[in-house]
C-alpha cells in the first residue's frame, strides 16, 4: 500500500519557522506531483504549495515569499519550509500526491492521494 507521511508540525510563535516533510512509501513508480494543502476549522481547503516532478512549483498567494516547496526524488519526499509564520497559517497541513505505482504486474495513476495531516499552529 502506498502511504503518505506527514511529519514536522507543531507549535510554533508568530514570525517563526516549521518544516513540513511528506514521505511517499510503498510500490511507487514515479510522482508526477506532490503538495501541500491546508484546512483550518469550517475553512476550505485550500492548496499551499505544489511541485512537480520537473521542478516546477506552484504556491497560494499568501504564502509566496515565506514558504518555500522542495523535493528529493530519491527519496519520495517534498518538504514545505515556513518561515515568518502568522496566526492565519493555523491550520491542518496534508501532503497531496499524484502518482503511478506497481498494482500487481500492472502500473496504476493515483490522483488526490492524501495524507492524514499535521498539524501546524502558530501563535500570536
Known amino acids: 500500500q502506498v502511504q503518505l507521511v506527514e511529519s514536522g508540525g507543531g507549535l510554533v510563535q508568530a514570525g517563526g519557522s516549521l518544516r513540513l516533510s511528506c514521505a511517499a512509501s510503498g510500490s511507487i513508480f514515479s510522482i508526477n506531483v506532490m503538495g501541500w494543502y491546508r484546512q483550518a476549522p469550517g475553512k476550505q481547503r485550500e492548496l499551499v504549495a505544489s511541485?512537480?516532478?520537473?521542478?516546477?512549483?506552484n504556491y497560494a498567494d499568501s504564502v509566496k515569499g515565506r514558504f518555500t516547496i522542495s523535493r528529493d526524488a530519491a527519496k519520495n519526499t517534498v518538504y514545505l519550509q515556513m518561515n515568518s509564520l502568522k496566526p492565519e497559517d493555523t491550520a491542518v497541513y496534508y501532503c497531496n500526491a499524484g502518482f503511478t505505482y506497481y498494482s500487481g504486474s500492472y502500473y496504476r495513476t493515483e490522483y488526490d492521494y492524501w495524507g492524514q495531516g499535521t498539524q501546524v499552529t502558530v501563535s500570536s
Open positions: 511541485i512537480r516532478s520537473g521542478g516546477n512549483t
